[in-house]
């Protein structure tokens, strides 16, 4: 029993060792870097904590690392389970070899995995068992082992009328049975008939008939065809949602030059089946295609679609991730009171003025649109409110009516400038889902739904990352097709965003809302609620000592979190910075040796920059650290949120039928997509900007250049009035006469309808409603795609029966060229 666990703890260690350096290799870093990390992981510690305050344990392995780590670890572990269950289940049915012990132990990917179980996976009784039950195994290897048997003489020896086998068809169709399930469950040819298909073939799109017109959005693919490894990820997304909605039918095409013969030939090479004439040759190569075609193909086709799907899925959250992250980290306006506007017509407009905290202290309704008209009388009332509270700003939802609003607004900035007042659009994607939530109920008792979303507009502006994480992160609605990805991914990543951002930002914990405390570092829920009810009971936190006072708050949650909770006017300066508290003793090393108090000290960049980081490194605290102390101490408090700057929307131009190619106008990006930004330019309908015109470089990833919430200048290119389409450049400097519409540009059959929904409330949809039909490839593909439409149909479902005859066709030309044949 010793003897056992030793191994088993040996093994333990071998397979921690392998991921450690499997993960090192894929990150670039050393294994050393990647096992410390793991075990700050394991130990309960959070990526923001471990990427602020444990740079000297990880070798400076910063937050973007540690959540690929934190992925890769988890992917890896899940690996090793399933290698555990897979060889325990092999080795309990009697069939664990040397050989295929080490294959498993080898298989580096689940998919690779999957191969070498599926013949020993338990399965329903398939054809193939019950010919092995009727004795039809040997049959199956002498017709294979030896091709100048004549396959119906072989078969009538093992006729059994007691076993099932009525004559020698019978028996033939048992071993084919036998050695199709043999093929199909071939690891190695398998994986490699799985890569040739994904590097040679191609996902072709068709329109079902009769879905013409009510598929219309999905146009662009009703004759489409692109190789797997180009199709991006918004193309695969519209093309599977025209598919759920039964107006596109995707079939997987092998190869658009060849036909199937060219894998039909790798299974036949791989199992020593030629064309030499004899006896046997033909009924082997038919089997070969019987195998390709009801099985391998069916099997890979399945494969490829997850792979496609998973690799889509992966990009779209990255997508999502990325903009939610601007989003997040926009400029703040600041503590400065604002009015909110909530625009309606028949409704009206609601209106909330919070204070320089976020707090509500005024609220009404006005009616300035149709059908009442009530213009001067709002504009009055507004004034009214703007002059009692001393409003400095006035945040303009982007929802219906938003943009006659945002006229009001105008026209109140005109009549009464002596209020200097300054409007700003702001996205109001989310807010009725805010308003109607169990925590707006708390946070504003007794308030009407309808003007709790003024107030969450209002206060977005003044703090976007402090009113946004009160919204589930898939109702901002900054991401593409994010109702078709798996839930659970999208909330992980999502999640670890908002924690990343919030953590970098920081909080003050005498202000900060119980969904902004859940989102800092070692706290949770319920531990975000007992530091609001401490904070109700016994006033303000003085200082981050009495932060430890709150219930259920013990030491390994003080140490995650205490760094990002800010006590802004405390006790202690240090308290309002990001120096976290057992860094303290350092601080007064340094206060020591620049003999002044902390006092002078903060904020005093001659004399921190005079220092020398060297000299206060320690055993437990390393130069990283005294680092980061030193430049928080110069700037304590910093926030890494760019400076608040506002948009400003030409005059006259409030809809589309206003825009004229040439015109220069100013907008704010809404989404970035993989294949460029849409930029919001006051006309209700957001604009693209392709990727191709986002700067006179070359441009990789959109995101190098843009990021939501960055104001823009743009060029109008193209305006497509009837299909809601506006297509903008950044290319300022370019001659308006070299800017030709593209054919292959974004936004072409919109795989959910045309712009985002301008309704009050509801989600901005931004690029996910732009990605239905995007870059299509021309003629050439749609070429390509009409060539192939006979096997098309041969492989949707209702295949072909193979023919009895292989010479002459593709799989013989096949064979031909692979030399496994000879000439007749």
């Known amino acids: 029993m010793a003897r056992q666990a030793a191994t088993t703890s040996v093994t333990i260690v071998g397979v921690t060792t392998a991921i450690h350096q499997r993960i090192a290799s894929e990150l670039g870093v050393r294994e050393e870097q990647v096992a410390a990390a793991v075990d700050l992981l394991d130990g309960g510690a959070t990526v923001p904590f471990i990427a602020r305050y444990r740079k000297e344990v990880t070798g400076t392995l910063d937050d973007t690392q540690l959540r690929t780590l934190e992925e890769r670890l988890g992917y890896l572990r899940e690996l090793e389970e399933r290698r555990a269950a897979v060889l325990e289940s092999i080795r309990s049915q009697g069939k664990l070899d040397d050989a295929l012990e080490q294959s498993i132990l080898a298989a580096d990917s689940k998919a690779r995995l999957e191969d070498i179980y599926l013949p020993y996976k338990p399965k329903r009784r398939t054809r193939a068992q019950i010919a ?14 030896d091709p100048t048997l004549d396959p119906k003489a072989t078969a009538a020896g093992f006729v059994d009328a007691d076993k099932g086998v009525a004559d020698a068809a019978a028996a033939l169709d048992g071993a084919r049975a036998i050695l199709i399930e043999r093929f199909a469950e071939d690891a190695d040819l398998i994986g490699d008939l799985r890569e040739q298909m994904w590097t040679r073939g191609r996902l072709v799109a068709r329109v079902r008939d009769g879905k013409q017109t009510d598929g219309a959005k999905f146009a662009d693919y009703f004759d489409f065809a692109e190789p797997y490894p180009k199709l991006p990820s918004h193309r695969i997304l519209a093309m599977f949602r025209g598919e759920k909605e039964d107006v596109l039918d995707l079939t997987m095409e092998p190869h658009p030059e060849e036909d199937e013969g060219y894998f039909e030939a790798r299974i036949a090479g791989r199992n020593n089946i030629t064309d030499h004439g004899r006896a046997g040759d033909r009924w082997l190569l038919d089997t070969v295609r019987w195998a390709w075609r009801t099985r391998v193909l069916i099997h890979l086709g399945a494969d490829l679609r997850v792979r496609l799907w998973q690799a889509a899925e992966d990009e779209a959250v990255r997508v999502f991730a990325a903009n939610l992250r601007d989003l997040l980290l926009a400029a703040p306006a600041g503590t400065r009171t604002t009015m909110g506007l909530d625009p309606g017509f028949r409704t009206g407009v609601k209106v909330a003025v919070v204070d320089s905290t976020g707090k509500v202290v005024a609220t009404d309704t006005i009616y300035p649109h149709v059908p009442q008209n009530k213009w001067d009388e709002s504009i009055h009332r507004l004034a009214a409110l703007a002059s009692k509270h001393h409003v400095d700003l006035i945040a303009i939802g982007n929802g219906t009516a938003s943009r006659e609003t945002d006229k009001l607004a105008a026209d109140l900035i005109k009549r009464h400038p002596e209020a200097k007042l300054t409007k700003v659009m702001v996205s109001e994607a989310g ?112 200082t981050r000592d009495e932060i430890k006072k709150v219930a259920r708050l013990g030491p390994k949650a003080f140490e995650q979190c205490a760094g990002f909770l800010k006590i802004p006017n405390g006790d202690n300066p240090l308290d309002a910075s990001g120096v976290h508290p057992e860094s303290y003793p350092v601080v007064r090393t340094i206060l020591s040796s620049a003999k002044a108090d902390i006092k002078t000290v903060i904020g005093n960049s001659p004399l921190l920059r005079a220092l020398r980081p060297e000299q206060f490194v320690t055993d437990s605290v390393g130069l990283p650290t005294v680092t980061d102390i030193l430049r928080e101490l110069e700037k304590p408090g910093r926030d890494p949120r760019p400076e608040f700057t506002t948009a400003t929307f ?80 950044m290319r300022l400097t370019d001659e308006p006469a070299q800017r030709k519409p593209r054919d292959d540009a974004p936004g072409k059959g919109q795989g959910q309808g045309q712009g985002r929904p301008r309704q009050g409330g509801q989600q901005r ?18 070429q390509g795609g009409q060539q192939r439409q006979g096997d098309q149909q041969r492989q949707g479902g209702q295949r072909q029966q193979p023919q009895t005859s292989f010479n002459g066709g593709a799989m013989a030309d096949a064979l031909r060229r692979a030399g496994l044949t000879k000439d007749k």
């Open 132 to 145: 092995r039950e009727a004795g039809l195994e040997p049959l199956a290897d002498q017709l294979i082992g």
């Open 431 to 542: 807010a009725s889902v805010y308003s109607a939530s169990a925590y707006a109920s708390q946070e504003l008792p007794g308030m009407d739904v309808s003007l709790r979303g003024a107030v969450s507009i209002a206060r977005r502006l003044q703090d976007p990352l402090a009113e946004l994480v009160k919204i589930d992160p898939r109702s901002i609605g900054v991401g593409q097709y994010q109702h078709d990805l798996a839930e659970s991914k999208l909330s992980k990543s999502l999640d670890a965003v908002v924690e990343d951002c919030v953590n970098a930002v920081g909080v003050d914990v005498n202000t900060a809302s119980a969904p902004l405390l859940t989102r800092v570092s070692g706290i949770g829920a319920g531990l975000a609620e007992n530091i609001v009810l401490h904070r109700d009971a016994n006033g303000p936190f003085r």
């Open 650 to 729: 030409a005059e006259g131009v409030e809809k589309i039928a206003d825009l004229k190619p040439g015109m220069v106008l100013e907008g704010v990006v809404t989404n970035v997509a993989a294949f460029g930004a849409f930029v919001d330019i006051g006309v209700h309908q957001d604009g693209l900007v392709h990727v191709s015109a986002l700067s006179n470089t070359f441009v990789k990833d959109p995101r190098d250049v843009v990021k939501s919430g960055d104001v823009v200048k743009v060029r109008v290119v193209e305006v497509d009035e009837a299909r809601k389409r506006i297509s903008l450049t």
């Open 765 to 782: 949809q931004g690029g996910q409603q732009r990605q239905g039909g995007q870059q299509r490839q021309g003629g050439q593909q749609r």
